[in-house]
């Protein structure tokens, strides 16, 4: 069923043209663009040949090949579009896939509202925790590990006999989260209070998170080779190879984030070359913090309504760290305002 639509995405892949939007990319990445907005377009669009289906979230979670043409969507979507988004599919199985390592029972959505599934809070609170730290780090194959590193095997197994797709569709790293991110969603909301009450075991349990997520990274790494200096994300490029989420964070002072988020966020990007940090929400009261850590190259956030814009500019662009996904709105507001974005922040949709 799928070789159809493999062969679809093969016949409308232009070597030059993604040769050409790679570099522009790179080069973004790289700090190398004098000033505006950067949104790459290909040069022409490249409309599919045969009508796609659109495979469900739920249907995905249970069938690699459905998993495999859903993302496929994406990239056919783009081809279509003549975007500039680089073609790019994952591993699509939600937040839950470093959770459900340390047993937290997963909680798929209706099929009718076809979205990405989550997962429970550990019963127990700090009891369990204190047990999941004598084991230490968990079987990377249980929960949702093992068919995480076999849809990986999979689609490389599924692009090898197509020389476009394999050179040009990029499998980017599973959604892991961040280590306090997998903290909240397995220790739940008394975590808040813990924080003061128990900050050490929380520090001794994001230690164990953090190498967790180290070991399936280094696993992930010998399946899908990284690029050389950069990684592709969400179909955007940047230096580095991680994308680490701090959602979290949003809810801590810069005192606490300093305290409980930055030194595990640091191994990571210390560990693999950099990369970038992610977050929902308001995050400009932390944003200076990130905007020192050391291997910080880009950052992504979805809400820039909810912040204080200026102060995210001064602490990314104004320091080298590119910024990505930026709503368009924002940025034209900015150049309109004479703000200088320095050829640092992607938008889509920016002429």
């Given amino acids: 069923m799928i070789e159809k639509y493999l062969e679809d995405i093969e016949r409308r892949i232009d070597h030059d043209a993604e040769n050409k939007l790679l570099a522009q990319w790179q080069s973004f990445a790289d700090g190398g663009l004098g000033g505006g907005v950067f949104s790459p377009k290909r040069p022409a669009l490249k409309p599919p040949g ?71 809070p550990l019963a127990g609170g700090a009891d369990t925790v204190k047990r999941l730290l004598d084991r230490g780090v968990p ?52 975590l808040y209070v813990d924080l003061y009450d128990k900050p050490e075991l929380i520090k001794e349990f994001l230690s164990l998170i953090t190498e967790t997520y180290i070991r399936f990274m280094r696993r992930w790494d010998e399946i899908v ?28 002072s810069p005192e606490m984030f300093e305290e409980f988020v930055r030194p595990y966020d640091q191994r990571l990007l210390d560990e693999f070359g950099g990369g970038g940090i992610h977050f929902c929400g308001h995050g400009d009261h932390f944003i200076a913090k990130v905007g020192e850590m050391p291997g910080v190259y880009t950052v992504n956030m979805t809400q820039p309504g909810l912040n204080d814009t200026e102060i995210i500019f001064r602490n990314t662009i104004d320091k080298g760290i590119t910024l990505i996904g930026l709503e368009a709105e924002a940025a ?9 974005l320095r050829g640092r922040a992607h938008c889509w949709d920016v002429g």
């Fill in 50 to 120: 045969l009508a796609w289906p659109h495979v469900l979230v739920n249907e995905a979670l249970d069938d690699f090949e459905k998993m495999a043409l859903q993302q496929l969507e994406l990239c056919s979507q783009a081809l279509a579009e003549g975007g500039g988004a680089l073609l790019a599919v994952r591993c699509n199985y939600g937040t839950a896939i470093l959770p459900s390592l340390f047993g937290a029972e997963l909680f798929r959505m209706g099929q009718d509202l076809d979205t990405l599934p989550t997962c429970r």
């Fill in 139 to 190: 079987d990377l194959n249980t929960g949702l590990g093992g068919k995480v590193f076999q849809m990986g095997q999979y689609y490389r197994q599924l692009f090898a006999g197509y020389p476009k797709l394999e050179r040009y569709v990029y499998t980017y790293h599973p959604d892991l989260q961040g280590p306090m991110n997998v903290c909240e969603m397995l220790w739940g909301g008394s």
């Fill in 225 to 252: 080779v990284p690029l050389d200096r950069w990684a592709v994300h969400w179909s955007m490029l940047h230096k580095g190879h991680v994308m680490i989420r701090d959602d979290a964070a949003t809810n801590f």
């Fill in 332 to 340: 034209t507001q900015a150049l309109g305002q004479g703000r200088n």
